[in-house]
């Protein structure tokens, strides 16, 4: 998420027209079952400026014993053919390993692990060489790690503190210094919801475009996120995008959905 306030260029997929929609959901922090389960959950993004459809994502999310363990998310064109995918492990809730694979561009980031050494990465496009280095994530937060760590500090937030976090950016090999705070409260397809607001530490952070997400204030999901995307169009700048994530369609699913996640092609949109 706020990595790509320092994404670096690259090729992208047009933005395409109508993504093709999968059900797909994630469980409230409260009353997730036990063993192992999946829920998948949905979502569009729009241009903010023009509000055209830019593509689509579907996320399948596996939960062992109550806690999250595992996500796989594809991105979708208008056919429903993936043109990149990300997969998680959440060996560590706020900074997971993590690896964002854009089939159109060629770029690759993400974190992995080897034994106790941990190694975020950054390939700009296939051109590129692999940039990696070895650091140490204790204390930070990555990529859909942001999710748990809002859920995790969700009082703090409500009572009106402001948080300091630093956020793994890839492109840098480095952390850089964020800002989190409850902004205000709102209304959400007839729901009410809490919208938080990330930011830059510092004077860069009335330069910079801040990310807003809005998370339902009886469950903790996300249903909108409104800031730059990982993603990039054309020109290779990262797309300026709402992304909804419609309740309704938050459903369990099983073990093939997750497989089939991680096995579907990736290539060009057509």
């Known amino acids: 998420m706020a990595a790509c306030l320092f994404g670096q260029a690259g090729a992208a997929p047009e933005p395409p027209a109508n993504p093709e929609r999968l059900a797909v959901p994630e469980p409230s922090a409260v009353g997730r079952p036990s063993g192992d389960s ?10 903010r400026r023009s509000g ?10 596996l939960y062992r014993q ?15 053919s993936a043109f990149a995918r990300k ?17 159109m561009s060629g770029m690759r980031e993400g974190i992995r692990s080897s034994g106790q050494d941990r190694t975020v990465f950054y390939r700009g496009n296939r051109l590129q060489a692999e940039r990696s280095k070895t650091l140490p994530l204790q204390g930070l937060v990555a990529d859909a790690g942001f999710d748990e760590y ?14 300091q976090l630093h956020f793994l950016v890839p492109s840098r090999l480095a952390e850089v210094n964020f800002k ?9 397809n007839g729901a009410p919801v809490a919208v938080m607001r990330l930011k830059l530490s510092g004077i860069l952070g009335d330069v910079l475009p801040s990310i807003d997400v809005a998370y339902d204030a009886a469950d903790h999901v996300l249903v909108r996120y409104e800031g730059l ?5 054309a020109a290779g700048a990262n797309f300026q995008a709402q992304i909804d994530f419609p309740p309704g369609e938050r459903a369990p699913v099983d073990a093939a959905a997750m497989a089939a996640g991680r096995e579907a092609p990736l290539g060009a949109c057509k």
């Not at 055209?52 to 999310?61: K, M």
């Not at 997969?87 to 089939?103: E, K, Q, S």
């Open 87 to 103: 997969t998680v492990a959440y060996v560590d809730p706020f900074a997971p390993d993590f690896l964002l694979d854009d089939a």
């Open 52 to 61: 055209e459809v830019l593509y689509g994502e579907h996320h399948v999310l």
């Open 66 to 80: 109550g806690r999250l363990a595992e996500r796989v998310v594809l991105y979708t064109c208008p056919d429903g």
């Open 229 to 233: 995307s990982d993603l990039r169009d």
């Open 38 to 47: 999946y829920l998948a959950y949905s979502g569009v993004a729009r241009s």
């Open 180 to 188: 989190l705070q409850h902004l205000r409260g709102d209304t959400l």
């Open 150 to 163: 809002i859920r995790a500090h969700w009082r703090a937030l409500m009572s009106g503190q402001t948080l």
